[in-house]
Each structure stands twice: as C-alpha cells, then as structure tokens.
C-alpha cells in the first residue's frame, strides 16, 4: 500500500485554482469548521500561530474528516521541524523566509527520504504511514510531497530564479508582508515598488514552471490574483474572518 494521493499536488499540477484559509487559533474546532466551509485547503500556521506538534496533530485529525486539505507553515526551515511535522501526516508544507538557493535545496532535501532528500526514518512509529499500516510508505511518499518555499525579502527577489530551480522545490508562496517591510514599505503592500518585486517574481516563477501562491485579506484582490497566474490563494485568516463577524454582529445591538 503507498502513501495516499496529494490530491491537493495533483490539482496544483494541472492548474486548478486551489483556494484556503489560514488558521492561527490552534484549535481543532474552528480547524474542523473550517475544514467543512468550502475551502480546498487550510493551513495549520505554526509560524505566528502559537503551535505546538500536538495542537498541529488535532487539527489535521479534524481535518480528515472534512473536505480540505490540510497544510503546514512550519517555523522555520529546520530539518528536525520539517521531520516531525512530515511524520504527522502532512504533505504540503510552506517553510518562512528562504532567502537563498541554498536555503531553498536544504528545505527541499529535508522534506524528502534518501536518494532525492535526507529525512529521516521513522515514519513506521508515525501517523505519516498509519502507524506502520501504510507498508511502502517510505518508497512512496517522496511523491506526494508539495514544498512551497516562501520568498519574503529583498535578497529572496534578485535570487528568484536560481530558488525557483531548485530541484524539489514545487511552488513559489509570497509573503506580501514581511517582503514589503523588508524593501523599507512597512504595511504599504501596495508600493509600486512592492507590487513590481511581487510581479517580477510570479513571472520568473512562471517561467521556471512552478506553482504561485499567495496570501491576501482584500476580496476585491482575489481575482486579480488569479489572473496574475496564483493558484494556490489564501483568502484571509480565522482570527480576522472571526473578529470582523464578532465586531459586525456587535455594531447592530440595538
């Protein structure tokens, strides 16, 4: 028995428009409502989410019984975090702040076993394989495996195409943010100098034949993103979506 289908890998390659929300509440009750909204993904954020190993393992247990799929937004790119989260379960993983090509090929052997990678060997003991019912998935799950790298800085735009080559790298994801602040435009995403960098890099990104993603919290920007070649779209965060309804519900007491 193999390693079950990425089904959401399988969309992205055929360039099915792949929509989802960012949850940062750590809590598998909204992770399971979420899951039911009709989102294609939710992403688990364990960067500025406050995430542990066992908030993340409920929320892809509440996961798994709804339609999305799950995704993780590990810390940082280190091996031992991307082994853990990867023996869990998950299969499409976003790794912050890769601001060199040789940052990018550490990530993407990380995230793969030996003879493309260097994970480690464990997933017998893992939920990953079933806890050893999956019998090859050691042999299969390099396969399914979906690795965006985010590109977050000023550095991470001039090295974009030798990033976007990266054998194993699968997608490009901007982080309109943190890569705004980095160009000296702290909460202006839409400096024309930030929207040329964000531009220049879907279309290298483009051309080096990978996937786009990104994440943005104005409706009216969801299909220009799309039409800029964004596949893989974050449509907003559960706290905000959660605020702006708990704020709206307020203003109307009578």
């Not at 360039?15 to 509440?25: D, E, N």
């Not at 091996?79 to 890769?98: A, E, I, R, S, Y």
């Not at 040789?102 to 464990?122: H, I, N």
């Not at 290298?204 to 104005?218: P, V």
């Amino acid at each position: 028995m193999p390693a079950p289908e990425n089904t959401l890998k399988t969309a992205l390659v055929a360039g099915k428009m792949q929509s989802g929300l960012w949850l940062a509440q750590a809590n598998a009750t909204v992770a399971e409502v979420a899951g039911r909204a009709g989102f294609d993904w939710c992403l688990i954020d364990a960067e500025h989410g406050p995430n542990t190993l066992t908030t993340i393992a409920a929320q892809l247990q509440a996961l798994a019984a709804t339609p999305a799929q799950a995704v993780v937004r590990v810390p940082m790119g280190e091996d031992w975090m991307l082994k853990q989260v990867l023996d869990l379960g998950v299969q499409t993983v976003v790794v912050p702040m890769v601001n060199t090509p040789e940052q990018a090929a550490q990530v993407a052997a990380a995230v793969r076993y030996p003879g493309t990678g260097s994970r480690g060997m464990g997933a017998v003991l893992a939920r990953a394989s079933g806890y050893g019912e999956i019998v090859d998935y050691v042999s299969s799950a390099n396969d399914q495996i979906f690795l965006f790298v985010q590109i977050e800085s000023a550095q991470a735009v001039q090295n974009i195409d030798a990033i976007a080559a990266t054998p194993g790298v699968d997608g490009i994801f901007v982080g309109p943010a943190d890569l705004s602040a980095d160009m000296g435009f702290v909460g202006q995403m839409d400096a024309p100098e930030v929207i040329a960098a964000i531009d220049h890099v879907y279309a290298r990104t483009k051309a080096a034949g990978k996937i786009i993603g990104t994440i943005t919290f104005d409706p009216d920007d969801f299909q220009p993103q799309a039409d800029k070649g964004v596949t893989f779209l974050g449509l907003g965060g559960d706290s905000v979506v959660l605020q702006t309804a708990l704020c709206a519900l307020a203003a109307k007491a009578p």
